[in-house]
């Protein structure tokens, strides 16, 4: 009787137990995602297709029965485009909502923005847009290109003979840091191929730059000098519509003069009639017109979660998809969202590449991506041209610029550094 | 893309010509070549247009020209080489070999033959070649140009006998050029490319600069690039001829580019000229209304493209008068809602409107999304007008000018001639006497706001052939605006005029030697110190109004 009386007991406790766990569970039965894209302002027009991949994603995870047994849960804030604010918006996010990671930024300005919250805080960033490099943080994977995916490639496509062997270029750029530091790069680049600076042109416009006769004029001018030249954009966001316009008007055929662009796709191209830029070029790991079934798929599930089939799909689209999946494979693996968890799983971390290959986490925060060069066609589509043969491992720090060439990025033992010219923890 | 007309004339020309000049080549050989085509290297490409291109035949010519259009696809069911032509969603698509139609087919059912820029310039030219003859002049323009930039030795004799049949001074023009370039680029005789460089002189044209240049520059290693120094001096003197010329019309293109950044300017100002500068309204949302003019362009032609394509190029016509009434009408409510209770409150107006900016652009944000809107070109305002060599004047920017002026004449008539220009005067001039007089002036400030905001939304329409149609379009330009205005000075009309067009012209003259982003800052602060020596800008108003 007593023994029975005391199993009861038991029993009740362990119940009592099991469901109190349960109503713990039910507590932090989420895990919170940060996004931190812009959704009003200057850059809305580029971050709020971010955001909606992200929840595409996110909502993706939770139909197949989310993340160790755990429900995701997007926690969306709007940084506005006004860069001191990223810096309060991911604080909120990681203080107060508790994210496992953000997935945010897209210009360099507020990736700097927010960095030092991120390194003080321990929190972990997801970079999806590519950059000027230069740059490997401890506490964000960058999952767009690195200089050395895009840019040097075009350039080296453009001096050869498919590409029309450019012997003369020019940089054009919006006036901030990525253009900056990529046509440095660049410079440095041509210098070691053997072009003079002489047959450089560099010019940088503001921000929304709308009024291009002058720049358009110029370049014209420049490719009269009896080599054969090409035009190297950086430049961003709005300005490039009416600059594409003005190229059309003043019939700059591709074949004579090419413009190959690091910041215009598909999403850019859907505001201009792309007749007369037909045969002009971009530069990025990604483009939709791609046959690949897991891009098919992608851009049926795009369209699906949107509700718009008219909707393009972009790089940093697949970059910020590549980026959540390994994010989320790191956390199976780790068993727990623990940011120094997470970021040890996170190395060596692979996700098939929606255009073929295999994208691969390396040690220095960068991925192993293909690089893919396509010409503009007449239906707002970009169409490959040139592809590398392989990956090609995102670089850090470029080895044109001297100072830099000299560093090395490694988050594993024995470096454990993002610009170390020796390991930190070498043996002596 | 080609008429159809027109592309049966060149293919019954080509298949006459072909007919004449060459046995026709064995379908079997035609496919083979469509084969190289498709090869994934280019080099196989290239040589495989090379082939079709020396065969002469009429189908070789509708491949090509299907190829460099993009048209040319495979089918992804029996990999049949296939030229398509658009219809709808999908192609309507023909044999390429044969002619002969198959019939509708889908976008994805489709593999296109890729081309890119090196593969495009030698069809060009291929083509050029095969349609030297043509009977429309301006194909063979397009021909002689094509062979003007391939400089292909073998064309030589082709050039000389169609520049003798020539009728045409533009075409013939063309062809001598062709023909002095492929001699300067290919020939061994020394007279004959001195010759070639003296006919080149008379062209004054950035593509023959080049050409010259390139004969008279050194080499990477200091070297000259031509070894015959009389040739090099023929080339120098070509050099400096050109570019005498070039630096002329150099200058007037700087002169219509500034001229049409003034036009832009005067068109966002002019709205503000009258709700700022006569009414005294300090408008924050000013860009706004240019915002909402640029997207009733969007709808409009969104209705167009649903109900009327043919009819697409009179889009804007009626966007005109529908941006002007749509922003009109909001321009009306802000005044009756918010602004008439705060005149005479400046700092209030100034946020309560800021407030009003953000507002109206989240919400179109809301309505059509963040990203940019596509605002297509009617045709007589897409390409340009090449008056000479480095002279090619746009045409949106040469209809932006001729709008923004009749904008301006036609508001100067109402103010001036007109029974409610008369009444809008008198308010501004003096409130209590024009109300005394028995003019509603509620009434005349909520039809001087309205005109203001109507004339922004006009500007947006002009803007949104140039600029993007996105939430932020009015902000760009609300700076400039009160620039001009105040520049200009304040509430006259004229002044504004001036201002726009003078502020053009300093900043593109500027532009070329301080760059666009130090030329912006070194107008700005011209303008400031202009401020400070006349603080009511160029035109200064005088007498009583100033009270007011």
């Not at chain 1, 360099?108 to 960033?125: A, C, I, M, Q």
């Not at chain 1, 990025?284 to 369209?303: G, L, P, R, T």
């Not at chain 2, 020309?13 to 004449?20: D, E, H, Q, R």
Request: proline share 3%; net charge negative.
């Amino acid at each position: 009787m007593k023994s029975v009386k005391r199993g009861a007991i038991a029993a009740a406790a362990l119940a009592a137990a099991v469901t109190g766990s349960q109503e713990l569970r039910a507590a932090d039965d989420v895990i919170k995602v940060g996004v931190l894209h812009s959704l009003s302002g200057t850059m809305a027009i580029s971050e709020t297709t971010l955001k909606d991949t992200v929840l595409m994603m996110v909502d993706d995870i939770n139909r197949s029965g989310g993340l160790l047994g755990k429900k995701v849960e997007a926690v969306v804030v709007d940084p506005a485009s006004d860069w001191p604010l990223f810096a309060e918006k991911a604080r909120e996010l990681l203080e107060k909502e508790k994210v496992a990671a953000v997935f945010g930024c897209w210009t360099s300005v507020s990736r700097k923005s927010v960095l030092p919250v991120f390194e003080e805080l321990n929190g972990l960033l997801f970079y999806p847009v590519q950059y000027e490099g230069e740059e490997s943080s401890r506490n964000v994977f960058y999952t767009g290109a690195a200089p050395n995916q895009q840019a040097i490639p075009a350039v080296e496509y453009l001096m050869s003979e498919d590409g029309g062997g450019a012997e003369r270029f020019v940089l054009l750029g919006t006036d901030y840091v990525y253009p900056r530091t990529t046509n440095k790069i660049l410079r440095a680049f041509l210098n070691a191929k053997g072009i003079s600076d002489a047959d450089i042109m560099e010019n940088y416009t503001p921000f929304g730059h709308s009024d291009w006769q002058t720049i358009v004029a110029e370049v014209k001018a420049f490719a009269s000098q009896g080599k054969k030249t090409a035009v190297v954009s950086t430049i961003n966001g709005d300005a490039n519509v009416p600059f594409y316009k003005e190229l059309g008007n003043q019939g700059i055929a591709a074949e004579e003069i090419p413009v190959v662009a690091f910041s215009v796709g598909e999403e850019e191209l859907a505001g201009l009639d792309t007749g007369p830029l037909v045969g002009h070029l971009a530069a990025w790991n990604y483009f939709m017109s791609v046959e690949a079934k897991a891009n098919d798929a992608f851009i049926e599930q795009w369209h699906a979660f949107i509700g718009d089939s008219d909707r393009v799909t972009n790089d940093p689209m697949e970059a910020t998809y590549i980026g959540f999946k390994m994010w989320a494979q790191a956390v199976k693996q780790a068993g727990s969202t623990d940011v120094d968890a997470v970021r040890q799983a996170m190395y060596g971390q692979t996700v098939p590449n929606l255009t073929g290959g295999t994208a691969v986490m390396n040690v220095n925060h960068h991925l192993s991506k293909p690089v893919l060069i396509g010409e503009i066609q007449d239906d707002g589509m970009i169409e490959t041209v040139w592809s590398t043969e392989g990956e090609v491992p995102g670089d850090a720090w470029s080895d044109y610029i001297p100072e830099s060439a000299k560093l090395t990025a490694d988050w594993t033992y024995p470096w454990v550094c993002g610009n170390c010219e020796a390991p930190t923890y070498a043996m002596n | 893309m080609m008429s159809f007309g027109r592309l049966a004339r060149s293919l019954l020309f080509l298949a006459v010509t072909a007919a004449l000049l060459l046995p026709a080549t064995a379908a079997a050989e035609v496919s083979a070549d469509l084969k190289g085509l498709a090869e994934r290297s280019n080099d196989a490409k290239a040589a495989a247009v090379e082939r079709l291109a020396a065969g002469g035949e009429a189908r070789a010519v509708a491949i090509l020209q299907a190829f460099l259009d993009g048209r040319l696809f495979r089918t992804k069911e029996d990999d049949r080489f296939v030229i398509g032509a658009r219809s709808g969603g999908g192609y309507v698509i023909a044999d390429a070999v044969t002619g002969e139609a198959l019939g509708e087919v889908g976008k994805r059912a489709l593999r296109k033959v890729r081309i890119n820029n090196r593969l495009r310039q030698l069809v060009k030219g291929k083509l050029g070649s095969l349609t030297l003859g043509s009977p429309d002049p301006a194909a063979r323009i397009r021909a002689a140009d094509a062979v003007f930039r391939s400089e292909r030795a073998e064309m030589t004799p082709a050039l000389q006998a169609a520049l003798e049949r020539e009728q045409d001074a533009k075409v013939a023009a063309r062809l001598r050029r062709a023909l002095a370039a492929t001699q300067l680029a290919r020939s061994d005789d020394k007279e004959t490319r001195i010759a070639a460089l003296r006919t080149l002189a008379d062209f004054v044209d950035p593509e023959v600069r080049a050409l010259a240049a390139a004969v008279a520059a050194l080499g990477t290693d200091g070297t000259p690039a031509e070894p015959d120094s009389e040739i090099r001096a023929a080339a120098q003197e070509t050099l400096d001829e050109i570019e005498r010329g070039l630096a002329f019309n150099g200058f007037l293109a700087n002169v219509f580019q500034g001229v049409s950044l003034g036009s832009v300017l005067l068109l966002a100002a002019i709205g503000l000229a009258i709700t700022f500068g006569v009414m005294g309204v300090i408008n924050m949302a000013h860009g706004e209304m240019v915002m909402l003019g640029a997207y009733t362009t969007f709808v409009v032609q969104e209705v167009f493209r649903a109900a009327a394509p043919g009819l697409f190029d009179l889009s804007l016509l009626v966007a005109v008068p529908a941006a002007f009434l749509v922003t009109a009408a909001v321009g009306v409510g802000i005044e009756r809602g918010v602004i008439r209770f705060l005149y005479g409150r400046p700092l209030e107006t100034l946020l309560a409107t800021w407030g009003l900016s953000l507002i109206l652009q989240q919400l179109v944000r809301s309505v059509f999304g963040p990203t940019n809107r596509e605002v297509g070109n009617p045709s007589w305002m897409s390409g340009a007008w090449e008056v000479a060599g480095g002279l090619t004047l746009t045409y949106n920017r040469i209809w932006i000018i001729v709008f923004a002026l009749a904008v301006f004449a036609v508001l100067v008539l109402v103010i001036r001639f007109s029974r409610y220009g008369l009444q809008m005067r008198a308010v501004t001039q003096n409130r209590a006497m024009a109300s005394s007089m028995g003019i509603r002036t509620g009434w005349v400030d909520a039809m001087t706001f309205g005109l203001g905001s109507g004339i922004a939304g006009m500007a947006g329409v002009a803007l949104s052939q140039i600029d993007n149609v996105s939430p932020n379009l009015g902000q760009g330009y609300i700076i400039d605006s009160f620039m001009v205005v105040v520049f200009g000075g304040v509430g006259n009309l004229w002044g504004t005029l001036v201002g726009a067009l003078s502020l053009g012209l300093v900043n593109k003259f500027l532009e070329p030697y301080a760059g666009a982003v130090l030329g912006k800052i070194l107008v700005l602060v011209a303008i400031i110190l202009f401020i400070q020596k006349r603080p009511r800008g160029l035109f200064a108003l005088r007498g009583r109004a100033l009270e007011a």
